[in-house]
């Protein structure tokens, strides 16, 4: 793997086996990501976009070929390494924002920092440089039910990068979320990822996040349809 | 790792419903607790009870002789021995000659046994001073069952008739001089006491003791020819077995108890596990393993046990000791029903054991039944859990 590239997929299939029939969710996808990109999947419903991400996430395995996330292989992780594998280097943003409902903001921001072997200090601290990041720093002890969907998005993100991953993947981060709120945390991951260097990877239809974007691959029916730089990128 | 930690957050964040199972369990170990404690207090009671009037520090037999054979007793008798008639005479023993007997009372016939003590004895607490009342006849003190049973009380006159040691019969009326109360069956039911010089004469065994009681602390019990040193041990092993018994069959009730608490923190976590099948894939997707998210969900129910704990604290402590004060007091009738004689008033008894030993078979438990339904999350695809699907 070169300096810079830090995910290669090489003949990435995925076959959903689906009764006596199965269904390619992935077809022979070759793909390199490299350190600092802000990139959109986009395709139609079941192109394999999703699937692309939680292979990449170490959620799932490939049924052929393989992927390479951060120098490790993840078709050939053990749970315990997948795992591993996650809590350093990947985050994830998910469509429906995911926060564990009985924790405070602080506390979802918290614990994945809890998984690593942070003092209580370090944490504190980078818990509140996160909540900073996304402008939500005087929420920290609120709960999840008390936040706005555009809230609980940016607590999502805090919690996706408060460990500074190398990786961010967000699957469909707007697709909850009014247009006003979208921006808001479409700039604030686009900020990170300039200030960070982190690695953005969103699965989207949104065309709002499609125009933040430096890069677009467009997949259809699991494979990859177009592969394109784009002009209107925020960040550098 | 903080699972711990995690631990906590989940279990409090729960709010009403980890109270509300807390409660459940908590009632389960106050219960059992309160159960164990009353059947320590029986124990307790019943060993004291019958070592004050009827066992003392243990009992010589005249070999052949057992109480639960009524053929033995009409040829249990045998002169006091040196060493024992030295314990008596020093206020340090006392004899007993027992002797079978029939009461007639009310035109019935009713089987006894006649007991011969001395009225100054001070080895047992059994009141045989009203014995020495020299106004009446011959005096006799009986049990407060004895004297519900026949029919009698204190003034009573009572005709029984006996055989002496030659086999001739004979018969003669008693005044009820004191009718006592004991816990102590077998002193009470079935028995008339009587000075045991008039019993002497009557049976024609003059000098002569079925049993003698040595007093408590007595040690070490000298070997005796032609008699046989019972300890308290051996004489208190059927009540205990007894007690043992009912103890066994009182472990229906907890473990219905225990089944109830634990059906609800099963169900609770089963429950939990669908409900937050979606946290189950966040917490995946965050770097948590499945084998570490099935110790925190086994360890969020395991801990309701301690919440338990600390719940039937609150409660329990006043509860119990309010008990431990007052005692639980029921009428006789029901006493005998229980099979076994008891006190009007029982009191619990509380060791650190007990409530230890308690603690730990409810965690113990509840572990168990925490981990049981957790097992499925190790199935879950957290693609799928993450989504909120079931896989």
Same mark, same amino acid.
């Given at each position: 793997?070169?300096? !810079?590239? &830090?995910?290669? $997929?090489?003949? +990435?299939?995925? =076959? *959903?086996?689906?009764?006596?029939?199965?269904?390619?969710? /992935?077809?022979?996808?070759?793909?390199?990501?490299?350190?600092?990109?802000?990139?959109?999947?986009?395709?139609?419903?079941?192109?394999?976009?999703?699937?692309?991400?939680?292979?990449?996430?170490?959620?799932?395995?490939?049924?052929?070929?393989?992927?390479?996330?951060?120098?490790?292989?993840?078709?050939?992780?053990?749970?315990?390494?997948?795992?591993?594998?996650?809590?350093?280097?990947? !985050?994830? &943003?998910?469509? $429906?924002f995911? +926060?564990?409902? =009985? *924790?405070t903001?602080?506390?979802?921001?918290?614990?994945? /920092?809890l998984?690593?072997?942070?003092?209580?200090?370090?944490?504190?601290?980078?818990?509140?440089?996160?909540?900073e990041?996304?402008?939500?720093?005087?929420?920290?002890?609120?709960r999840?039910?008390?936040?706005?969907?555009?809230?609980?998005?940016?607590?999502?993100?805090?919690?996706?990068?408060?460990?500074?991953?190398?990786?961010?993947?967000?699957?469909e981060?707007?697709?909850?979320?009014?247009?006003?709120?979208?921006?808001?945390? +479409?700039?604030?991951?686009?900020?990170?990822?300039?200030?960070?260097?982190?690695?953005f990877?969103?699965?989207?239809?949104?065309?709002?996040?499609?125009?933040?974007?430096?890069?677009?691959?467009?997949?259809?029916?699991?494979?990859?349809?177009?592969?394109?730089?784009?002009?209107?990128?925020?960040?550098? | 790792?903080?699972?711990?930690?995690?631990?906590?957050?989940?279990?409090?964040?729960?709010?009403?419903?980890?109270?509300?199972?807390?409660l459940?369990?908590s009632f389960?170990?106050?219960?059992?607790?309160?159960?164990?404690?009353?059947?320590k207090?029986l124990?307790?009671?019943?060993?004291?009870?019958?070592?004050?009037?009827?066992?003392?520090?243990?009992?010589?037999?005249?070999?052949?002789?057992?109480?639960?054979?009524?053929f033995?007793?009409?040829?249990?008798?045998?002169?006091?021995?040196?060493?024992?008639a030295?314990?008596?005479?020093?206020?340090?023993?006392?004899?007993?000659?027992?002797?079978?007997?029939?009461?007639?009372?009310?035109?019935?016939?009713?089987?006894i046994?006649?007991?011969?003590?001395?009225?100054g004895?001070?080895?047992?607490?059994?009141?045989?001073?009203?014995l020495?009342?020299?106004?009446?006849e011959?005096?006799?003190?009986?049990?407060?069952?004895?004297?519900?049973?026949?029919?009698l009380?204190?003034?009573?006159?009572?005709?029984v008739?006996?055989r002496?040691?030659?086999?001739?019969?004979?018969?003669?009326?008693?005044?009820?001089?004191e009718?006592?109360?004991?816990?102590?069956?077998?002193?009470?039911?079935?028995?008339?006491?009587?000075?045991?010089?008039?019993?002497?004469?009557?049976?024609?065994?003059?000098?002569?003791?079925?049993?003698?009681?040595?007093?408590?602390?007595?040690?070490?019990a000298?070997?005796?020819?032609?008699?046989?040193?019972?300890d308290?041990?051996?004489?208190?092993?059927?009540?205990?077995?007894f007690?043992?018994?009912?103890?066994?069959?009182?472990?229906?009730?907890?473990?219905?108890?225990?089944?109830?608490?634990?059906?609800?923190?099963?169900?609770?976590?089963?429950?939990?596990?669908?409900?937050?099948?979606?946290?189950?894939?966040?917490?995946?997707?965050?770097?948590?393993?499945?084998?570490?998210?099935?110790a925190?969900?086994?360890?969020?129910?395991s801990?309701?046990?301690?919440?338990?704990?600390?719940?039937?604290?609150v409660?329990?402590?006043?509860?119990?000791?309010?008990?431990?004060?007052?005692?639980?007091?029921?009428?006789?009738?029901?006493t005998?029903?229980?099979?076994?004689?008891?006190?009007?008033?029982?009191?619990?008894?509380?060791?650190?054991?007990l409530?230890?030993?308690t603690?730990?078979?409810?965690f113990?438990?509840?572990?168990?039944?925490?981990?049981?339904?957790?097992?499925?999350?190790?199935?879950l695809?957290p693609?799928?859990?993450?989504?909120?699907?079931?896989?």
């Amino acid at each position: 793997m070169d300096n !810079g590239t &830090i995910i290669r $997929t090489q003949e +990435l299939t995925k =076959v *959903y086996p689906m009764g006596r029939s199965s269904i390619r969710a /992935l077809n022979n996808v070759n793909l390199t990501f490299d350190r600092g990109e802000f990139v959109a999947l986009v395709g139609p419903s079941g192109s394999g976009k999703t699937t692309l991400l939680n292979i990449i996430g170490s959620l799932d395995t490939p049924t052929e070929g393989g992927a390479e996330v951060m120098g490790r292989r993840v078709e050939t992780l053990s749970h315990r390494q997948a795992a591993e594998l996650r809590s350093r280097h990947i !985050g994830f &943003i998910f469509q $429906t924002f995911n +926060l564990l409902p =009985v *924790y405070t903001a602080y506390e979802n921001v918290e614990f994945p /920092l809890l998984l690593l072997k942070m003092s209580a200090a370090e944490r504190k601290k980078a818990v509140l440089d996160a909540l900073e990041w996304v402008g939500l720093a005087d929420r920290a002890k609120s709960r999840p039910g008390q936040l706005s969907g555009g809230q609980s998005q940016r607590v999502a993100i805090a919690r996706a990068v408060v460990k500074r991953p190398g990786i961010v993947l967000a699957d469909e981060p707007t697709a909850n979320l009014d247009a006003e709120n979208s921006h808001m945390i +479409l700039d604030t991951m686009e900020s990170l990822n300039r200030n960070l260097g982190t690695t953005f990877i969103f699965a989207t239809h949104d065309e709002k996040v499609i125009r933040h974007v430096r890069r677009k691959i467009t997949l259809v029916d699991g494979a990859v349809a177009r592969d394109e730089k784009m002009k209107t990128g925020g960040a550098s | 790792m903080k699972i711990f930690k995690l631990a906590v957050r989940n279990m409090l964040g729960a709010g009403t419903k980890t109270w509300l199972n807390a409660l459940v369990l908590s009632f389960s170990f106050v219960a059992i607790i309160w159960a164990q404690s009353l059947f320590k207090g029986l124990d307790e009671e019943a060993s004291r009870s019958l070592t004050d009037i009827e066992y003392g520090g243990g009992q010589y037999w005249v070999e052949g002789y057992d109480p639960l054979d009524p053929f033995s007793i009409q040829d249990s008798h045998r002169p006091v021995p040196p060493p024992l008639a030295e314990l008596v005479e020093g206020g340090r023993a006392a004899a007993i000659l027992v002797v079978q007997g029939t009461l007639y009372v009310d035109g019935r016939t009713q089987s006894i046994l006649l007991k011969g003590i001395d009225p100054g004895q001070r080895v047992l607490t059994l009141p045989s001073s009203a014995l020495a009342a020299a106004d009446h006849e011959i005096p006799a003190v009986i049990g407060t069952r004895m004297a519900r049973n026949a029919g009698l009380k204190k003034g009573a006159t009572l005709t029984v008739r006996w055989r002496d040691v030659r086999g001739t019969f004979d018969a003669r009326d008693f005044v009820v001089t004191e009718v006592f109360e004991t816990t102590a069956a077998s002193a009470d039911a079935g028995t008339v006491w009587i000075p045991l010089e008039d019993l002497r004469r009557m049976a024609g065994a003059p000098e002569e003791a079925t049993l003698v009681v040595v007093e408590k602390g007595y040690a070490p019990a000298p070997v005796v020819a032609g008699w046989a040193f019972k300890d308290t041990e051996f004489l208190l092993r059927d009540i205990r077995e007894f007690i043992e018994m009912k103890t066994i069959g009182m472990s229906i009730f907890y473990v219905v108890l225990m089944s109830l608490a634990m059906l609800a923190i099963f169900n609770t976590q089963v429950l939990s596990i669908w409900r937050r099948r979606r946290e189950i894939g966040t917490m995946i997707a965050l770097g948590l393993t499945r084998a570490r998210v099935i110790a925190l969900f086994t360890l969020e129910g395991s801990m309701l046990s301690f919440l338990a704990v600390l719940v039937g604290a609150v409660y329990g402590v006043p509860l119990l000791a309010w008990f431990a004060v007052s005692g639980w007091s029921f009428p006789a009738e029901q006493t005998e029903s229980f099979g076994l004689a008891l006190g009007n008033t029982l009191y619990p008894i509380y060791s650190v054991g007990l409530v230890a030993g308690t603690a730990l078979l409810v965690f113990l438990i509840t572990t168990v039944v925490s981990f049981l339904p957790t097992r499925r999350i190790a199935k879950l695809k957290p693609t799928d859990a993450i989504k909120g699907k079931l896989s």
